[in-house]
T-cell receptor, first 114, second 112 residues
Framework: EAGVVQSPRYKIIEKKQPVAFWCNPI?????LYWYRQNLGQGPELLIR????????DSQLPKDRFSAERLKGVDSTLKIQPAELGDSAVYLC????????????FGPGTRLTVT | QKEVEQDPGPLSVPEGAIVSLNCTYS??????FMWYRQYSRKGPELLMY????GNKEDGRFTAQVDKSSKYISLFIRDSQPSDSATYLC????????????FGSGTRLLVRP
């Protein structure tokens, strides 16, 4: 069974530029999560989807971050414009259902904003 | 006070040692206690989890929950250099948010 796929793996951009991250969850997993992980810290939830619906986006900085999950499968997380403080690893995870606390993570996208 | 606290380490042990990794938490309503392993430049990998209280064993790994003390532990027996990684605890189920709260991780180094 294929795991969670993310691309790109690494991205270096200048501040004020836009950037997008893509995630393909494990097949059959209805719940998808985007996390941000700063150096030396644990992942912090940005947004959670149940199928196509964003059911928890309380931690998403909505002035510059947006996300979508069309057709309830793949998801894209966008930052526009990027700031220096956005440098982090962006992780995507999925689970069968929201009540299934077993979340499976992708390899992450390491973003560096210069 | 953070909801989940974890000693960042690093913890350095010789090969074959028994390793004890720990987290404390503040919300007594939490029910799910997860342990993830994260190698450098990789995503977290779910190792094991327990629901409510008690112990769970999987090979060389044992997870323990002490709800009275709000303290969880992961023990690794016969540690191997390949166990060198950051270990993250994650706790959830305290409300209807289905959210996992992660510790900051403990870095473990197993010396050959």
């Amino acid at each position: 069974e294929a795991g969670v796929v993310q691309s790109p793996r690494y991205k270096i951009i200048e501040k004020k530029q836009p950037v997008a991250f893509w995630c393909n969850p494990i097949s059959g997993h209805n719940t998808l999560y985007w996390y941000r992980q700063n150096l030396g810290q644990g992942p912090e939830l940005l947004i959670r989807y149940e199928n196509e619906e964003a059911v928890d986006d309380s931690q998403l900085p909505k002035d510059r971050f947006s996300a979508e999950r069309l057709k309830g499968v793949d998801s894209t997380l966008k930052i526009q414009p990027a700031e220096l403080g956005d440098s982090a690893v962006y992780l995507c995870a999925s689970s069968l259902t929201p009540a299934a606390y077993e979340q499976y993570f992708g390899p992450g996208t390491r973003l560096t904003v210069t | 006070q953070k909801e989940v606290e974890q000693d960042p380490g690093p913890l350095s042990v010789p090969e074959g040692a028994i390793v004890s990794l720990n987290c404390t938490y503040s919300n007594s309503a939490f029910q799910y206690f997860m342990w993830y392993r994260q190698y450098s430049r990789k995503g977290p990998e779910l190792l094991m989890y327990t629901y409510s209280s008690g112990n769970k064993e999987d090979g060389r790994f044992t997870a323990q929950v002490d709800k009275s003390s709000k303290y969880i532990s992961l023990f690794i027996r016969d540690s191997q250099p390949s166990d060198s990684a950051t270990y993250l605890c994650a706790i959830g189920g305290g409300d209807s948010s289905y959210k996992l709260i992660f510790g900051s991780g403990t870095r473990l180094l197993v010396r050959p």
